[in-house]
């Protein structure tokens, strides 16, 4: 009995080495599992996000793809319109061909042409050149011509310079339209009341009297005419008051014109008149028969 336990004991314990020997075993092939797990579970989660990836690129390129499926419709309809204008395009050609050929044989006549007009230049080249130098010579007599012409111009600047500065004064008058004046008892001044120019405002019709507005020489005139027949007519112009200048005549007929006229040298302020004396007359209507006429020759 004690040597079947003995040999029982020895079996039972062969059989638990046996077993912690297959249990080291399958912890080993588990732990191998395990890691293979570990390294499947990491690679399919780099599969799962690439299939993702993929996933969005797939969308991308499908959104490509049908954007360049509409392109190519554009481009379709732009080549059918292209072949349209080929075959068109075509038929202009043909008929630019037979244009072409026309305008080769007429550029024959045009080179024909060509070589007369090409020795008519040379000609005209040479003809050009005489002209050249005669133009030359014009030039320089141009030259000439022109420093007279901006001496000339300088000269006239200068005038028009002291013209502006020149006080403008002239004036020119009629009498009155009522007819026969005088004849009065005393010496009466003329007062001209037709103003027909009167630049500067150098004359008063409300005096008679002229008034120099510079020192200079001045031109006056007058004339008068008497309505009535076989009667003496003097009027008189005065410079201040000295009398200067008379008109005087017989009128053996009705209605005779005298005129007379001077030139006075005048300080700023004289006053210069007419003056019809006493037992005298003058007429003057619309026509202005009677006048009285100045004007600045020039400063002093």
Do not use: C, W
């Not at 395990?34 to 780099?46: P, Y």
């Not at 020119?172 to 027909?196: A, C, M, Q, R």
């Amino acid at each position: 009995m004690a040597i079947e336990h003995s040999v029982e004991l020895r079996n039972s314990k062969s059989k638990m080495e046996k077993l912690e020997q297959e249990n080291t075993v399958l912890e080993n092939v588990v732990k191998e599992l395990q890691r293979e797990n570990t390294v499947l579970e990491a690679r399919m989660n780099a599969s799962e996000n690439e299939v993702e990836e993929l996933k969005r690129q797939n969308a991308d390129l499908l959104d490509r793809v049908t954007s360049f499926e509409d392109k190519n419709k554009v481009l379709e309809a732009r080549m059918n319109t292209s072949e349209n204008e080929v075959v068109k395009l075509k038929i202009e050609s043909a008929d630019l061909l037979d244009r072409v050929t026309s305008f080769e044989d007429k550029n024959k006549v045009l080179e024909a042409r060509m070589n007369a007009s090409e020795n008519e230049v040379e000609e005209l080249k040479r003809q050009n050149a005489d002209l050249l130098d005669r133009v030359t010579s014009f030039e320089d007599k141009n030259k000439v011509l022109e420093a007279r012409m901006n001496a000339s111009e300088n000269e006239v600047e200068e005038l028009k310079r002291q013209n502006a500065d020149q006080p403008k004064v002239a004036f020119s008058l009629g009498l009155t339209d009522n007819g026969l004046i005088g004849p009065f008892d005393t010496d009466i001044t003329l007062k001209f009341s037709k103003v027909i120019t009167n630049f500067g405002q150098v004359y008063s019709p409300s005096t008679g009297l002229f008034t120099a507005p510079v020192r200079g020489a001045y031109y006056f005139s007058f004339t008068t005419l008497d309505g009535r027949s076989n009667v003496f007519r003097r009027v008189y112009l005065y410079r201040n008051d000295k009398r200067v200048l008379f008109s005087y005549n017989y009128s053996s007929s009705h209605r005779e014109s005298v005129s007379n006229s001077l030139v006075l040298q005048l300080e700023k302020g004289d006053v210069v008149y007419l003056v019809l004396p006493a037992g005298h007359s003058v007429f003057d209507d619309a026509s202005d028969f009677t006048s009285f006429n100045g004007f600045l020759l020039f400063p002093l």
